[in-house]
């Protein structure tokens, strides 16, 4: 019996093809890396390890102590002051219920908690840029949902504690993330004189380009 011949090939749609998103195994590579560059004890990668087993596309998950416990032999009480310790060091940053829910919106498809009670985390260092952006807005002194625009253009001058910096094209703005740690910071055009009032206040953006969140979103 003669097999049926294969029905062509549809022509292309040319329509551009879905950005590419981080295998898994390079996402746990780049908190395995945040962990050992920040020198922290065995304990606390081991935990971040694990944690990592439950992320979703954008970094997000809710195990609780007592599942990760299980998953690696440490007590629970162990585990807290592993999440406490990679709290501290701006690789997990931890939303209670009204936080997340905020924040989940701008994160469509996020795998959340049944019930609404857990607390949810993000595994900063492989997170989305979009999920950073809204979990700094869901945490801020007035929450609010905020979804990931266009960059600005620069180039940029920014001050950070009173001194400032740049001007920094926004591509490079991680220069400065790595460079100065502070919890507050304006940007404003370069063209713009010092003393002129219009100001761009974009800090929320430019702080989800930072290798660890930063300081005011890292708990007790």
């Known amino acids: ?11 292309s749609s040319g329509a551009a093809p879905a950005i590419k998103r981080d295998s898994a195994l390079k996402r746990v590579k780049e908190l395995v890396h945040a962990a050992k560059a920040d020198a922290l004890a065995r ?26 416990a299980e998953d690696t032999g440490y007590t629970e009480k162990s585990v807290r002051k592993a999440l ?11 939303l209670s219920p009204p936080a997340w829910k905020l924040a989940v919106q701008a ?20 997170a989305s840029r979009a999920a950073r ?12 949902t905020l979804t990931i625009t ?3 253009a620069g180039p940029w001058i920014v001050t950070a504690n009173g001194k400032e910096h740049g001007p920094y094209q926004t591509a490079r703005m991680e220069i400065f ?8 910071w304006l940007a404003r055009p370069a063209d713009y004189p010092p003393e002129k009032s219009a100001r ?14 930063p300081q005011w979103v890292r708990g007790e």
């Open 43 to 68: 304990d606390a990668r081991s935990v971040l390890v694990h944690a990592a087993v439950y992320m979703d596309l954008n970094g997000w998950c809710f195990p609780s102590a007592t599942s990760l």
């Open 84 to 94: 406490r310790e990679l709290r501290e060091a701006g690789i997990v940053v931890v």
């Open 200 to 213: 761009v206040q974009n800090w929320t953006w430019f702080a989800a380009h930072f290798p660890r969140a």
């Open 150 to 152: 266009s960059p600005p």
């Open 133 to 144: 952006i809204a979990a700094l807005g869901a945490l801020s002194s007035k929450p609010s």
């Open 1 to 11: 019996m003669t097999a049926a011949p294969k029905a062509p090939r549809a022509p």
């Open 107 to 126: 994160t469509p498809g996020a795998n959340v908690p049944k019930g609404g009670r857990l607390p949810m985390m993000l595994l900063w260092p492989s």
């Open 177 to 184: 993330a790595h460079t100065e740690d502070c919890s507050e």
